[in-house]
């Protein structure tokens, strides 16, 4: 199982960001994935899940700002990411949780004006 995240970078508070992660070596149609983020100094923080039904979970503070979702076809996990905020600023990794635990690489988002 192989996943490459993209899409970070710097924004401006109140901004958006989309993040992709594509995935290889895995049957995406029995997948779970989920987006972390970690600052450092932090333990790594669970952002958001989504399961092969599309039953989606949101940590309480990113509810209502950001979307997980994914593209079967394409097998690509996205993390859509609007009204950002500075507290946002981390480095954000994909993760396969079932039905093999792998972590893609991370990429950085920075909200800073």
């Known amino acids: 199982v192989q996943l490459q995240a993209s899409g970070g970078g710097l924004v401006q508070p109140g901004g958006s960001l989309r993040l992709s992660c594509a995935a290889s070596?895995?049957?995406?149609?029995?997948?779970?994935m989920a987006w972390y983020r970690q600052v450092p100094g932090k333990e790594r923080e669970l952002v958001a899940t989504?399961?092969?039904?599309?039953?989606?979970t949101y940590a309480d503070s990113v509810k209502g700002r950001f979307t997980i979702s994914r593209n079967y076809a394409k097998k690509t996990l996205y993390l859509q990411m609007d009204n950002l905020k500075p507290e946002d600023t981390a480095v954000y990794y994909c993760k396969q949780t079932y039905p093999i635990v792998s972590w893609g690489q991370g990429t950085q988002v920075t909200v800073s004006s």
């Open positions: 989504i399961i092969p039904s599309g039953q989606t």
């Open positions: 070596g895995i049957r995406s149609s029995v997948a779970s």
